[in-house]
């Protein structure tokens, strides 16, 4: 029987550690430093770090349909080379900067990528003292019963919600940018810390649009997001591209780590995650806008009400446009 406890104290100290925990994506883990940090800290000898993903499965895209779907999800080895050895370094690092630092430059730390098809060696815990895991994290694969019989220690982190992303992504039309937009834009900048990729709806797939002919071309709305999220967060690199499709960048680019959507776009978050799933891509954490939507029921209802008369888009902004062009022609005739 496991016997758990709580976050041990600092003081504490065992000669060999295991600690265990799930990478959801395949991007810098910085919500584990928390735990590499403590665990290395811990341990005196040697800390043995196992990452579970399912980007670490055995088999690739082109593997027998009846493996089944962990073995869908396997990532190109080869293809995820970089993101790979990004992970590995970071954790190394990490774990090997806490050890030198408190001068045991001989404790061995040792980094396992194990996916979520394969089986996990009966001797993994043999000799370990104490199991470290992240509180919250649940492993979906069966463990050796020697890892089982080990004191565990649950590490509090906040895994789910880095303060930033370092590229986020999202698309529109944007056309006569207004606060909606811009509300968009700024949330979008707001979790971002170094790349901000924008898909601005290409001109030929707008033909359909009510009033077109008061649309902004792709060149003015290209500018004017430019414009606003250089005003709103200079520091920030911004990617603003045509785009033709819902994917945009996301189709594949693995260095974008987030989404940011509206309730009305929502559709398209899920065709964009259902691409990268087929196409071995990290998932993406979606961030959803809801104040935009002229039904959002996450105002108050003096707000809603407004909105729901006003409506907060383009499309009024161009049919307020078309009315007041066309009225003093109209009065004109008429006279």
Excluded: C
């Excluded at 100290?13 to 290395?40: E, G, K, Q, Y």
């Excluded at 954790?91 to 194990?114: F, H, I, P, R, S």
Aim: net charge negative; proline share 5%; no cysteine.
């Amino acid at each position: 029987m496991t016997n758990i406890q709580d976050f041990p104290t600092s003081s504490e100290s065992v000669d060999r550690a295991l600690l265990l925990a799930t990478l959801p994506r395949l991007s810098t883990p910085h919500f584990l430093v928390p735990a590499i940090v403590h665990a290395a800290a811990t341990t005196r000898k040697r800390l043995v770090i196992v990452l579970f993903s399912r980007f670490f499965n055995k088999g690739t895209p082109h593997s027998n349909l009846d493996q089944g779907y962990l073995a869908s999800q396997a990532a190109s080895h080869t293809g995820r080379w970089k993101a790979v050895q990004e992970i590995l370094t970071y954790v190394y690092v990490q774990a090997t900067k806490v050890a030198q630092n408190m001068g045991k430059v001989l404790m061995e730390v040792d980094v396992l990528l194990k996916g979520m098809n394969e089986d996990v060696d009966e001797s993994l815990g043999i000799g370990m003292e104490i199991l470290f895991r992240v509180s919250g994290d649940s492993i979906p694969v069966p463990l050796p019963e020697a890892v089982g019989l080990l004191r565990t220690s649950y590490i509090p982190i906040d895994r789910d919600s880095p303060s930033m992303y370092p590229v986020t992504a999202l698309g529109g039309t944007f056309d006569h940018l207004h606060a909606g937009h811009k509300i968009l834009l700024s949330m979008a900048a707001w979790i971002t810390s170094e790349k901000l990729i924008v898909g601005v709806t290409d001109d030929a797939l707008l033909q359909n649009k009510v009033n077109k002919h008061v649309m902004e071309d792709i060149s003015q709305r290209s500018n004017r997001v430019r414009g606003f999220l250089t005003f709103f967060k200079p520091d920030l690199v911004y990617n603003i591209v045509s785009i033709n499709n819902v994917y945009g960048p996301t189709a594949w680019d693995p260095n974008i780590q987030a989404l940011v959507v509206s309730k009305e776009t929502l559709g398209g978050a899920a065709e964009i995650a259902k691409h990268r799933d087929s196409h071995q891509l990290p998932a993406l954490e979606v961030f959803i806008i809801d104040v935009i939507s002229a039904t959002s029921a996450n105002l108050d209802h003096q707000d809603v009400s407004w909105l729901k008369n006003a409506k907060l888009s383009s499309t009024f902004i161009r049919q307020w446009i078309v009315d007041n062009q066309e009225q003093p022609e109209q009065t004109a005739g008429a006279a």
